[in-house]
């Protein structure tokens, strides 16, 4: 249900994911060359060529297990692999005819030195696809936010409000994280994440921006989420009634989205 809210957000339509309303949008033929940066296990990768985004694509990870579990995944794919720290990157100029950027640029401490390697690398008019998380940095949200949030939780019923972690324990508040214990559990998460807005904006042109929502959500179901049955039509309702509500203090700029999807262009 979240997952549709989001798409629509960005399509217009709950059913059309992020990836194919940009192939749709903005692909009438396939890019030739192109680059995924903290590609994991590959998936967005394989789905770009499946989509006819682009003809031949290159993963970058420093994670040499899912790297892989990529290369496996996508044997018979004109998908190459390379293992290299994202924020020491080097790119050939003018390789690129298209460059994607799938939730690795909040880990990223070198922003501007990937930036400006992408925007080297990228041909003149070539794009950007950027899905990202962009909110406060180490997850340190506004005061005011957490006790929306607080009032958004006090309305589902107790029984879908048991933790994960302890089934006996009911979440009655959303409570501030601590940012020792987000760098002690990796100490790249979110290092710079509420730099990257302005930062995308300083090095290429922004063709279309969309927030898919998270101020409220991200931390009000942390812990509740695997509560809510997919199948059952109340708990479906409840979670249609929170985004809507998420959905409307964001559009009134109570709040601001924590995620953002991105179409850039590089305008040399």
Request: contains cysteine; neutral net charge.
């Amino acid at each position: 249900m979240i997952q549709h809210y989001r798409h629509k957000l960005v399509s217009g339509d709950e059913h059309t994911e992020f990836l194919p309303w940009f192939a749709d949008t903005y692909v009438p033929e396939p890019f030739c060359c192109g680059i995924s940066l903290g590609c994991g296990s590959g998936f967005l990768e394989r789905e770009a060529v499946r989509l006819n985004i682009v003809r031949h694509m290159t993963g970058i990870d420093i994670a040499p297990g899912r790297l892989k579990k990529a290369a496996e995944l996508s044997e018979s794919l004109p998908i190459e692999y390379r293992r290299q720290n994202i924020n020491a990157i080097s790119l050939s100029e003018n390789s690129l005819d298209f460059a994607m950027c799938k939730t690795i640029l909040h880990h990223i401490n070198k922003l501007e030195h990937v930036l400006a390697e992408l925007k080297k690398a990228l041909r003149p008019g070539a794009l950007l696809y950027v899905d990202e998380y962009i909110g406060p940095a180490r997850f340190q949200f506004q005061e005011k936010v957490l006790r929306i949030a607080d009032q958004a939780l006090a309305l589902i019923p107790a029984p879908l409000r048991r933790l994960e972690y302890n089934r006996w324990e009911i979440k009655t508040k959303i409570n501030r994280i601590d940012p020792g214990i987000v760098i002690a559990a990796d100490p790249s998460e979110a290092i710079r994440s509420d730099e990257i807005n302005g930062l995308l904006k300083k090095f290429f042109t922004v063709v279309e921006a969309h927030g898919t929502g998270g101020a409220l959500l991200f931390r009000l179901m942390d812990g509740i989420a695997h509560n809510f049955d997919p199948a059952c039509d109340d708990h479906n309702n409840i979670l249609r009634t929170l985004c809507t509500f998420e959905e409307n203090l964001s559009r009134n700029h109570l709040i601001s989205d924590i995620f953002k999807v991105y179409v850039l262009r590089n305008d040399k």
